[in-house]
């Protein structure tokens, strides 16, 4: 059975999407940005800051839907600039800390609202 997932403590969908869907004890979220869903506006245009952020979205998405960082089996990271790696990888692993996902990391020329990083995860049961 498919679920639509919506918290409050993440950004509200903009479009014809959902913030995450459960299907089958599998989780699926949308891409994160660095949006804090309290202001609804953009975090500074530090990619620390915006990362710490994004992690913060997708803990929240995690924990309406009964999961943790632990049940992450896949991530998807999606930079602007690849020169931001390291940075990214450092604070990504503070939420990893443990049988790290399986991940996939490419750069792009450009994500919604400028931002800097994206990532959107699938969690399992």
């Not at 089996?73 to 940075?87: G, I, R, S």
């Not at 790290?100 to 990391?105: E, F, G, H």
């Amino acid at each position: 059975m498919k679920k639509k997932i919506s918290t409050p403590k993440c950004p509200q969908a903009v479009g014809p999407y959902s913030q995450a869907i459960l299907m089958n004890n599998t989780l699926y979220t949308s891409g994160q940005i660095a949006i804090n869903p309290e202001t609804g506006l953009m975090v500074e245009n530090s990619i620390d800051v915006q990362t710490r952020q994004v992690m913060i979205n997708l803990q929240n998405l995690l924990s309406e839907s009964g999961f943790s960082f632990d049940d992450v089996v896949k991530t998807t990271v999606f930079l602007k600039n690849m020169d931001d790696f390291a940075t990214v990888n450092a604070i990504y692993a503070e939420y990893f800390k443990e049988n790290a996902p399986a991940r996939s990391c490419v750069a792009v020329c450009s994500l919604p609202k400028n931002a800097l990083i994206e990532v959107e995860l699938i969690a399992s049961k």
